[in-house]
């Protein structure tokens, strides 16, 4: 082979393993952090079933990826949790859908839910949810439908959230 382009290849090979290390984002034990830190701010009984003798990917209201074991759905919809959202959530970065709808969360939307690139559906209402819609939401490029109602939102609605090309639904309610 011509040195020259060996040189090249090497540098290509380089380049693909940085690569491959940077978008590694700790896979299925980061997601599994998340849950547990989830679970720890929910201050009632209400999760006591998400425990060590089940993979996380068969809690109740987890749905994973048949391959990667990633968590895409998180629903727990009317199951009197009573609590705060833990900012870990938004290291579920395969999540697509979240809905706590109709339970008792109180606290606020942790900024952090803006790194869920791949979230097409947030279901929040029917909580006690205070504090401003974090601007960040504006970072889910893929959100379609967004839920905030019968919270206790103040503060209006980030600019960004009318930037979304692919969000077709909104109720927020003040
Ligand atoms: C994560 O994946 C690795 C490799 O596939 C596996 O050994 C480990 O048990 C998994 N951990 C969890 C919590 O699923
Ligand atoms: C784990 O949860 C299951 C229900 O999902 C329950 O039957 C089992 O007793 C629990 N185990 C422990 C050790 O708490
Ligand atoms: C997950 O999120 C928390 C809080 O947002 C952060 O401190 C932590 O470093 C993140 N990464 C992993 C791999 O858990
Ligand atoms: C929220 O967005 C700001 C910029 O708008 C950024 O600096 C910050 O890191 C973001 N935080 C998270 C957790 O995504």
Not at 8 to 32: K, M, P, Q, R, W
Not at 68 to 73: D, E, L, S
Not at 119 to 137: Q, W
Request: net charge positive; proline share 2%.
């Amino acid at each position: 082979m011509n040195s020259h382009i060996a040189l090249l290849f090497s540098h290509l090979v380089i380049f693909l393993i940085f690569a491959a290390i940077s978008a590694y984002d700790g896979g299925n034990e980061t997601d599994y952090q998340a849950l547990l830190k989830f679970k720890s701010m929910i201050t009632n009984k209400g999760l006591s079933s998400w425990n060590a003798s089940f993979h996380f990917c068969d809690w109740s209201g987890v749905s994973c990826g048949k391959q990667n074991k990633r968590v895409t759905a998180l629903v727990l919809e009317s199951q009197g949790l009573e609590g705060s959202l833990s900012p870990y959530v938004g290291n579920l970065s395969f999540l697509h859908v979240f809905s706590l709808r109709n339970n008792n969360i109180q606290g606020m939307i942790p900024h952090e839910i803006g790194r869920l690139s791949r979230l097409r559906f947030l279901y929040l209402g029917y909580n006690k949810i205070s504090g401003v819609i974090p601007a960040n939401l504006s970072h889910c490029s893929n959100l379609k439908d967004l839920r905030l109602n019968n919270n206790n939102l103040v503060g209006s609605i980030p600019k960004g959230i009318g930037l979304l090309l692919k969000l077709t639904f909104m109720v927020v309610q003040y």
